[in-house]
C-alpha cells in the first residue's frame, strides 16, 4: 500500500470559513483530493410550509454575498408555479439589480479573495501572516496591487449602491419579488444608476483589466494549471424583453455540445452527510441530514448532468457562448470574469435606455395558487437553480442546486471526483501551505455558505481515508 502524505488547508476561502481541502501527496504531486464543507444550515427544510410569495426574501439569506442571486431565481420558480407574468420595467430592473451584484462580487473575488495569492502586500493586517512562497512582481508592482487591492472596495461599494437605487438596500435587497420589481422607475434613479456604472466602467478598464493581464504575464503557467473536466453548463439568463439573453445556455459534454434540458440534473448524496439515496431529480429528493453516514465528508451533494460533473461559472459561460478564453486553468477562469465584468457593466447602459419611467414595474395577478414552478438563471458563481411545488400559495416542497455545489460536491456513487476535486490531480506543490492548490481553488470563487442550506463548531473531525 501505497503510503500518501497528507495536507491539509482549513479554511481554505479567504471569507467562507466552512470549506476544508484535504490533499493527498506523493514525491510532491497531488494524487488524490477531498473538498468539504463543515456548515449545515437547513434552509431547504425553513421553507416548507411558508408563503410562496415570500420565497425571494428568505431565499437571499442564504448567502449575503450573492443574495440577488436567489431572490430572482426563487421568483422565477415562484413565478412559473403560479402562472404569473411580469412586465418589462420589472424584467430590466431585475437585471440592474442583480448586475450590480454581480459586479460586486466579481470585483470581491478578484481583489480580497485571488489576487493575495499572487502579490505581496505591506506588513499589516489583512497582509499578514502572509506566504512568501512564489511571488514574482517587482516592489513598484507589489506598491501598485496594493493601491488597487483597496481602492477596489470604493469600487464595490458603488456597485452595492447601483444595487440599492433599484433594489432597496444591500445585501438582501427589497426590489426582487414575484411578479416584478418593487421599485419605480423615474428620471433620478436612472441618472443616478448610469453615474454608478460609468465609474465602475473607468475601473474595470483602466485599472482591473491592466491588473490581471499582469498576472498572467508573470504566471504564465497557471493560465492552464488547475483544469477542470472539460464539461461545461450554463442555463442562460438576463433576458431581453423580446425573450434573447446576454448569457446564452448550453452544455457541453466531453466535447458534444448540445441544449441544456432541467431534466438531466440530478443530486446523489452517497458520499455526504445525508439519509442515503441515489441519483434523484431536485422535485424528486428531500434533504434529510444524517452525520452519522460512514462515506460521507461533506454536506454538499453531489449535482450531475446526465450523470456527469459540469463546471459552471464565467469560464464555463465565455465557452458556450463561444467567446474567446485565454486557457481553462486557473488564470483563464480569472481571466474571463474579468472580461465579464466589463460585458455587465456594458450591459446595463442599454437596459437604462430601454426603462419606461413611470410604466408599470409589478404585475401581481396569479392564474392559479397551486403547481410547479423551476427558476433557472446564471449568476455570479455559475447556475443556479430553484425547485418548487406550491399548494395553496404555500411552498410544499423546495430545492436548491448552487454553484459551488456544481464545481465542488461529493463524489457520486461511481466515485467521480467533483470538477474542484479534479483540478487539483497532478498538480505540483513546491509550498508547506498548498499555495498553488489554494491558487486553483479560489479562482472557481467558491461559496460554502450557498453549497448547503449549525455550525459544529466543537470540534474538526478527522477524515480516516484508506488510499
Not at 55 to 80: D, F, N
Not at 292 to 316: F, H, I
Not at 322 to 328: F, N, Q
Not at 431 to 454: M, N, T, Y
Given at each position: 500500500?501505497t503510503?500518501?502524505d497528507?495536507?491539509t488547508i482549513?479554511?481554505?476561502?479567504?471569507?467562507?470559513?466552512?470549506?476544508?481541502?484535504?490533499?493527498?501527496?506523493?514525491?510532491?504531486?497531488?494524487?488524490?483530493?477531498?473538498i468539504?464543507?463543515?456548515?449545515y444550515?437547513g434552509?431547504?427544510?425553513?421553507?416548507?410550509?411558508r408563503s410562496?410569495l415570500d420565497?425571494?426574501?428568505?431565499?437571499?439569506?442564504v448567502?449575503?454575498?450573492c443574495?440577488?442571486?436567489?431572490?430572482?431565481?426563487?421568483?422565477?420558480a415562484?413565478?412559473?408555479a403560479?402562472?404569473?407574468?411580469?412586465?418589462?420595467?420589472?424584467?430590466?430592473?431585475r437585471?440592474l439589480?442583480?448586475?450590480?451584484?454581480?459586479?460586486?462580487n466579481?470585483?470581491?473575488?478578484?481583489?480580497?479573495?485571488?489576487?493575495?495569492?499572487?502579490?505581496?502586500g505591506?506588513?499589516?493586517?489583512?497582509?499578514?501572516?502572509?506566504?512568501e512562497?512564489?511571488?514574482r512582481?517587482?516592489?513598484?508592482?507589489?506598491?501598485?496591487?496594493?493601491?488597487?487591492?483597496?481602492k477596489?472596495?470604493?469600487?464595490?461599494?458603488?456597485?452595492h449602491?447601483?444595487f440599492?437605487?433599484?433594489?432597496?438596500?444591500?445585501?438582501?435587497?427589497h426590489?426582487?419579488?414575484?411578479?416584478?420589481?418593487?421599485?419605480?422607475?423615474?428620471?433620478?434613479?436612472?441618472?443616478?444608476?448610469r453615474?454608478?456604472?460609468?465609474?465602475?466602467?473607468g475601473f474595470?478598464?483602466?485599472v482591473l483589466?491592466?491588473?490581471?493581464?499582469l498576472?498572467k504575464?508573470?504566471?504564465?503557467e497557471?493560465i492552464?494549471?488547475?483544469?477542470?473536466?472539460?464539461?461545461?453548463?450554463?442555463?442562460?439568463?438576463f433576458?431581453?424583453?423580446?425573450?434573447s439573453?446576454?448569457?446564452?445556455?448550453?452544455?457541453?459534454?466531453?466535447?458534444?455540445?448540445?441544449?441544456?434540458?432541467?431534466?438531466?440534473?440530478?443530486?446523489?448524496?452517497?458520499n455526504?452527510?445525508?439519509?442515503p439515496?441515489?441519483?434523484?431529480?431536485?422535485?424528486?429528493e428531500?434533504?434529510?441530514?444524517?452525520?452519522?453516514q460512514?462515506?460521507?465528508?461533506?454536506?454538499?451533494?453531489?449535482?450531475?448532468?446526465?450523470?456527469?460533473?459540469?463546471?459552471?461559472?464565467?469560464?464555463a459561460?465565455a465557452?458556450?457562448?463561444?467567446e474567446?478564453i485565454?486557457g481553462?486553468?486557473?488564470?483563464?477562469?480569472?481571466?474571463?470574469?474579468?472580461?465579464?465584468?466589463?460585458?455587465?457593466?456594458?450591459a446595463t447602459?442599454?437596459?437604462?435606455?430601454?426603462?419606461?419611467?413611470?410604466?408599470?414595474?409589478?404585475n401581481?395577478?396569479?392564474?392559479q395558487?397551486?403547481?410547479?414552478?423551476?427558476?433557472?438563471?446564471?449568476?455570479m458563481?455559475?447556475?443556479l437553480?430553484?425547485w418548487?411545488?406550491?399548494?395553496?400559495?404555500?411552498v410544499k416542497?423546495?430545492?436548491?442546486?448552487?454553484?459551488?455545489?456544481?464545481?465542488?460536491?461529493?463524489?457520486?456513487?461511481?466515485?467521480?471526483?467533483?470538477?474542484?476535486?479534479?483540478?487539483l490531480?497532478?498538480?505540483?506543490?513546491?509550498?508547506?501551505?498548498?499555495?498553488?492548490?489554494?491558487?486553483v481553488?479560489?479562482?472557481?470563487?467558491?461559496?460554502?455558505s450557498?453549497?448547503?442550506?449549525?455550525?459544529d463548531?466543537?470540534?474538526?473531525?478527522?477524515?480516516?481515508?484508506?488510499?
Amino acid at each position: 500500500m501505497t503510503i500518501l502524505d497528507k495536507r491539509t488547508i482549513f479554511p481554505m476561502s479567504r471569507i467562507h470559513n466552512p470549506m476544508l481541502l484535504e490533499a493527498w501527496l506523493e514525491n510532491g504531486e497531488i494524487k488524490d483530493a477531498y473538498i468539504s464543507d463543515t456548515l449545515y444550515r437547513g434552509f431547504e427544510q425553513i421553507l416548507i410550509g411558508r408563503s410562496a410569495l415570500d420565497m425571494p426574501y428568505y431565499t437571499q439569506r442564504v448567502c449575503g454575498i450573492c443574495s440577488s442571486a436567489h431572490a430572482i431565481t426563487s421568483a422565477l420558480a415562484v413565478e412559473q408555479a403560479l402562472g404569473m407574468h411580469i412586465p418589462t420595467n420589472g424584467l430590466l430592473i431585475r437585471n440592474l439589480i442583480l448586475v450590480s451584484d454581480l459586479i460586486q462580487n466579481h470585483l470581491r473575488h478578484i481583489y480580497l479573495y485571488t489576487l493575495p495569492d499572487y502579490f505581496r502586500g505591506p506588513d499589516i493586517a489583512p497582509f499578514i501572516p502572509h506566504s512568501e512562497f512564489d511571488l514574482r512582481l517587482s516592489t513598484k508592482e507589489n506598491t501598485t496591487l496594493t493601491e488597487h487591492y483597496f481602492k477596489s472596495f470604493e469600487i464595490a461599494r458603488i456597485a452595492h449602491s447601483a444595487f440599492a437605487v433599484f433594489g432597496g438596500k444591500a445585501p438582501h435587497g427589497h426590489g426582487i419579488v414575484p411578479g416584478g420589481a418593487s421599485m419605480e422607475v423615474n428620471v433620478d434613479n436612472v441618472s443616478r444608476y448610469r453615474g454608478y456604472m460609468m465609474e465602475i466602467l473607468g475601473f474595470i478598464d483602466d485599472v482591473l483589466i491592466p491588473d490581471i493581464t499582469l498576472i498572467k504575464e508573470r504566471y504564465p503557467e497557471y493560465i492552464i494549471l488547475g483544469q477542470g473536466v472539460g464539461n461545461y453548463l450554463s442555463v442562460g439568463g438576463f433576458p431581453s424583453p423580446e425573450g434573447s439573453t446576454l448569457f446564452s445556455q448550453g452544455v457541453i459534454l466531453q466535447g458534444k455540445r448540445e441544449n441544456f434540458n432541467e431534466k438531466h440534473v440530478t443530486e446523489d448524496v452517497t458520499n455526504a452527510w445525508y439519509k442515503p439515496h441515489g441519483p434523484l431529480h431536485p422535485m424528486e429528493e428531500d434533504t434529510v441530514p444524517d452525520r452519522s453516514q460512514a462515506k460521507g465528508y461533506t454536506w454538499v451533494k453531489s449535482p450531475r448532468y446526465r450523470g456527469q460533473p459540469v463546471e459552471v461559472g464565467p469560464l464555463a459561460r465565455a465557452i458556450v457562448n463561444k467567446e474567446e478564453i485565454i486557457g481553462t486553468g486557473t488564470l483563464g477562469r480569472i481571466w474571463a470574469r474579468a472580461l465579464e465584468l466589463k460585458k455587465l457593466a456594458k450591459a446595463t447602459l442599454e437596459w437604462l435606455n430601454r426603462l419606461e419611467p413611470g410604466a408599470e414595474t409589478l404585475n401581481l395577478k396569479m392564474e392559479q395558487d397551486s403547481g410547479v414552478g423551476i427558476g433557472l438563471h446564471e449568476v455570479m458563481r455559475g447556475t443556479l437553480g430553484h425547485w418548487v411545488s406550491v399548494k395553496n400559495k404555500r411552498v410544499k416542497h423546495y430545492q436548491i442546486v448552487t454553484p459551488s455545489a456544481l464545481n465542488f460536491g461529493a463524489r457520486d456513487a461511481t466515485g467521480t471526483r467533483s470538477v474542484g476535486e479534479s483540478s487539483l490531480l497532478g498538480l505540483k506543490i513546491g509550498s508547506e501551505d498548498l499555495k498553488e492548490a489554494g491558487r486553483v481553488i479560489r479562482a472557481f470563487d467558491p461559496c460554502f455558505s450557498c453549497s448547503v442550506h449549525i455550525i459544529d463548531g466543537e470540534q474538526i473531525r478527522t477524515l480516516k481515508i484508506r488510499v
